[in-house]
């Protein structure tokens, strides 16, 4: 529930910075567009729009990665400026609990983090026990680790990318800018100045991301709501139409309240430091 939020501000906040329409205008929006889907199509929806969603995410960070580093003069460019100001550190072996990421940091923390939201997340225990057998889930779970793997590391680029082509000149600092989170849409328009349709499949890219956490979030947590807390209040059995027509009302309920929640978010720190 506080997570979407976040989720939805991301886009939300690459789309005002593109077109300048004002970022709680597009909100409400993309929410409804998320819950009309979510509540009519269930989890065959969701399964089926994420997949969809994936082609475009993918899509809008290897169009932007490519052109970014042709314009900036190669992959070594970004590496060397990244080294040259301490931005790359891959094997840090330092045991202070203190420092924020050392090698030990980063690869438990990760490991722990992903366990969770891999073993014992509703969303991905849903979609498993949607699978006809265990087999099916194991192969799943294979293809969900290259896939993320994969996606953090374009991303992690993706950041050098920003940093070696600002190093000289920071468009926050500069007051082009209104804060950090910002950085990622800005760097897309400047990029974008002579490929015409770039802003509009990064944006297409980015709302994809969101749209797939949020519709997985609502069903989820709908499903939740339903076998935990609804069906145990109910003395004989509930039909079919009933279940569906009560899990619907959940989903329009739980949207509502995070397009609610997406006016906090604006007022807090950065969107790294808020979703952890």
Known sequence: MLYIPVVIYIPALAFSQVTGINLHLITPIVCMVCIFYTTL???????????LQLILMFGGVIVVMILGTIKIGGPEVVFQRSEQSGRLEFFNLDLDPTVRHTF???TIGNYFSWLSSSAVNQAMVQRCLALPNINKANYTIVILTIGIACI?????YTGLLIYATFADCDPVSAHLIRKPDQ???YYVMELSEH????????VAGVFSAALSTMSTGLNSMTGVIFEDLIRPMYKGPISESTASL????VVVIIGSCCVGLVFLVDKLGTIVQVSR
């Open 152 to 156: 953090v590391s374009m991303s992690c």
């Open 195 to 202: 490929v015409p349709g770039l802003p509009g499949l990064f």
């Open 183 to 185: 950085l990622l849409p």
């Open 246 to 249: 009560i899990m619907k009302i």
């Open 41 to 51: 199509g269930g989890l065959k929806a969701v399964v089926w729009s994420d997949t």
């Open 104 to 106: 030990w940091s980063v």
